[in-house]
């Protein structure tokens, strides 16, 4: 299923195309694909190029280690994500590499890294889900995730399956049209509130 965003101003087709399923193929992703991934991450821009992200990641063929993953994830997402056949954790360092001071900007780059592979998934005819819905604790706990490093969403990777293999409300929200904020609401010029004059 395709649920691209109806814009009010024209955006790439890539970006406009990518969005969060729940129905996932069975089909497992290509262990180049799954390189191609994260060879697009790397690319991220970062503070101080520290590249302050880690993924983990488990195959639906590893099973010992699939299963820790979605161990970790709330029932919630457990329900759907378990038929994903990639899951990972994105993992944010706390601490900068060159001198060891807090990294204000960790998370933020840690996003841009997980936006950056999203975005790559899309161009590869890949799914991709974001959770904040898992438990960091089992995390840290199963992954001896370090202390300098914080776990900040898990993500379901793989091919587009059929919705219709959801359970009945889960059908339903994918159904559910995409909905954003105007850009007024967020785009400000001059003071906190002011709408920028070109949205
Ligand atoms: C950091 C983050 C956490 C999210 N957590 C969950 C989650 O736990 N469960 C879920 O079903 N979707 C989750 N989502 C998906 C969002 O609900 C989804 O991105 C949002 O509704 C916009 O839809 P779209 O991605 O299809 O445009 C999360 C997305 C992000 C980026």
Redo the contacts with the bound molecule.
């Keep these: 299923m395709e649920?691209p965003?109806i814009t009010d101003h024209e955006i790439h087709p890539l970006i406009a195309q990518?969005?969060?399923?729940?129905a996932f193929d069975s089909k497992l992703v290509e262990t180049e694909k799954l390189a191609q991934l994260f060879e697009a991450a790397r690319w991220a821009s970062s503070c101080f190029n520290d590249q302050p992200w880690t993924f983990i990641v488990a195959t639906k063929d590893d099973k010992v280690n699939y299963q820790k993953m979605l161990d970790c994830?709330?029932p919630?997402?457990v329900v759907?994500?378990q038929a994903a056949p990639v899951l990972g954790l994105v993992v944010a360092q706390k601490t900068f590499k060159h001198n060891g001071k807090p990294n204000a900007w960790g998370e933020y780059d840690a996003?841009q890294a997980?936006?950056t592979l999203v975005l790559q998934a899309t161009a590869l005819n890949l799914v991709a889900?974001?959770?904040?819905?898992?438990d960091a604790a089992t995390a840290i706990a199963t992954f001896n995730i370090p202390e300098t490093a914080r776990p900040?969403?898990?993500i379901a990777i793989g091919y587009a399956g059929e919705t219709k293999n959801l359970p009945s409300d889960l059908q339903e929200?994918e159904n559910a049209p995409?909905e954003?904020h105007p850009l007024s609401s967020f785009v400000f010029t001059g003071a906190w509130g002011n709408s920028a004059p070109f949205v």
């Design positions: 649920k965003a990518r969005w969060s399923p729940r994830l709330v919630a997402n759907w994500a996003g997980a936006a889900h974001q959770m904040g819905g898992f900040v969403a898990a929200r995409r954003r």
